[in-house]
């Protein structure tokens, strides 16, 4: 999360122009919920011809949904690709400049919601909206998760056997586990779920008693699920599932458990307050959380929000964390988090 703290830092420096009062100018069109919403949306869509997608999705997810959208309405998918900061910060940049570029963002909970702050994002409706948890969704509406990370126990299974993994983090406290652990070096977000749901005496003494284990911390979360391919690590405490899932179905030695407490971050999904395309936007957004996107979602091995795909994290107990929590508490948990873990 701390890569995304100087982008939210930098956009509140100017955010509050006259770009946070501007009325939004597509309004009328995303939250339109006549009996004809569908068949005008398709038909203004085609109109515009094309959609712009800022997305830290893979190209090999973002390709196939883009390229499963144009065939079924006819609108090309233009996608620029970057890590979640990254995507942010262009927006930011554009905005800056009054550039309207981008009808459509998909990335990280937390950096969707730190637009939505900056009233880049506008609010929308979608029929789709009912299938997703009222609860993950936010009040101002400039968003919905469209897939969910979760933090699982990612191990080598050359090395670790699934039932001698415990069922609770506090498991790993136990001596045989020391110097066989890994965690990624930047999860803060991680401790503060785990502290939140245990409360402050059981969790920071977690935290403590975890830290003098003294896991190897590595840096990427991609790198950890390689590391644990490798056997270089054998298990990781915060790997992500869609990582492990990913390297697990290229037939790699690695497998994974939801050890409680699970943290679940929401993945999102916002239209553009300015979008150049409003209607191709609108359009996308619905197809990315309908029942067909939100199946290639997980056909891919990501975890999607929507209740109408069953998957094998369905039945996962898992609790969400929240992006607004998460932004206005950031330098608290990473502050917790270097003194325990990075020896700052």
Excluded at 22 to 34: E, N, S
Excluded at 238 to 251: Q, V
Excluded at 308 to 315: G, H, L
């Amino acid at each position: 999360m701390r890569s995304i703290w100087c982008v939210v830092l930098l956009a509140a420096v100017w955010g509050q122009g006259a770009l946070a009062q501007a009325p939004a100018p597509h309004q009328a069109i995303f939250m339109y919920k006549g009996a004809d919403r569908d068949a005008r949306l398709v038909e203004r869509a085609k109109q515009e011809g094309s959609v712009s997608v800022y997305t830290s999705l893979a190209p090999t997810e973002a390709t196939p949904l883009g390229e499963a959208f144009e065939k079924k309405y006819g609108v090309k998918v233009q996608f620029w690709r970057g890590l979640s900061d990254g995507v942010v910060q262009r927006i930011i940049s554009e905005a800056r400049g009054r550039r309207h570029t981008f009808d459509v963002v998909e990335t990280n909970g937390p950096e969707v919601e730190s637009l939505a702050r900056e009233q880049v994002l506008s609010e929308f409706f979608s029929p789709h909206l009912a299938d997703i948890p009222a609860s993950s969704l936010p009040k101002h509406g400039m968003w919905a998760p469209d897939r969910l990370n979760f933090f699982i126990v990612a191990y080598n299974t050359n090395k670790v056997k699934r039932e001698d993994l415990p069922k609770t983090y506090e498991g790993f406290l136990e001596p045989k586990w020391k110097g066989r652990i890994s965690m990624e070096a930047t999860d803060s977000e991680w401790m503060a779920g785990v502290v939140k749901q245990w409360g402050e005496a059981r969790g920071m003494g977690f935290m403590r008693k975890l830290s003098d284990m003294k896991p190897d911390m590595r840096k990427g979360h991609v790198l950890l699920a390689q590391l644990i391919s490798s056997g270089e690590v054998e298990v990781g405490l915060t790997a992500y599932h869609a990582n492990a899932e990913s390297f697990k179905r290229r037939g790699a030695p690695v497998d994974w458990a939801p050890v409680e407490p699970v943290i679940a971050r929401p993945q999102a999904i916002g239209i553009a307050r300015n979008a150049p395309h409003p209607h191709a936007a609108l359009l996308f957004t619905d197809f990315v959380l309908s029942r067909e996107g939100q199946e290639m979602l997980a056909a891919m091995g990501r975890s999607p929000a929507s209740r109408a795909v069953k998957t094998e994290t369905s039945a996962i107990n898992y609790v969400m964390s929240d992006p607004v929590v998460i932004l206005d508490e950031n330098d608290k948990w990473v502050k917790l988090w270097d003194k325990h873990f990075m020896g700052k």
